[in-house]
Nanobody, 115 residues
Framework: QVQLVESGGGLVQSGGSLRLSCAAS????????MAWYRQTPGNQRGLVAV???????NYPDSVKGRFTISRDNAKNTVYLQMNSLKPEDTSVYYC?????????WGQGTQVTVSS
């Protein structure tokens, strides 16, 4: 059974930075396309960043230039560096495979950006 554990969230002021981590056990992340998603209450989970096995990345316009996804295959961990945070980035952040999350979703990590 694959387990995903997200961490690194917190409360930050607008313009600040956070680095999220997603550690996986039970599978080798390196062979999968991985992504970060976010979800606010009452809304669907949305895509934040994608990284494929080659290291190529992709982002929606809402975070492009501010967020950076990376992976450390030796640690079986995916990261999300978030800079220039905005109040609208406030959400619970999750990682999973892309384009659909094939593994059980973790508990996520809460990011709150104050204005």
């Amino acid at each position: 059974q694959v387990q995903l554990v997200e961490s690194g969230g917190g409360l930050v002021q607008s313009g600040g930075s956070l680095r999220l981590s997603c550690a996986a056990s039970g599978s080798n992340l390196a062979i999968y396309k991985m992504a970060w998603y976010r979800q606010t209450p009452g809304n669907q989970r949305g895509l934040v960043a994608v990284i494929i096995s080659s290291g190529n990345t992709n982002y929606p316009d809402s975070v492009k230039g501010r967020f950076t996804i990376s992976r450390d295959n030796a640690k079986n961990t995916v990261y999300l560096q978030m800079n220039s945070l905005k109040p609208e980035d406030t959400s619970v952040y999750y990682c999973n495979t892309y384009p659909t999350g094939i593994w059980p979703w973790g508990q996520g990590t809460q990011v709150t950006v104050s204005s």
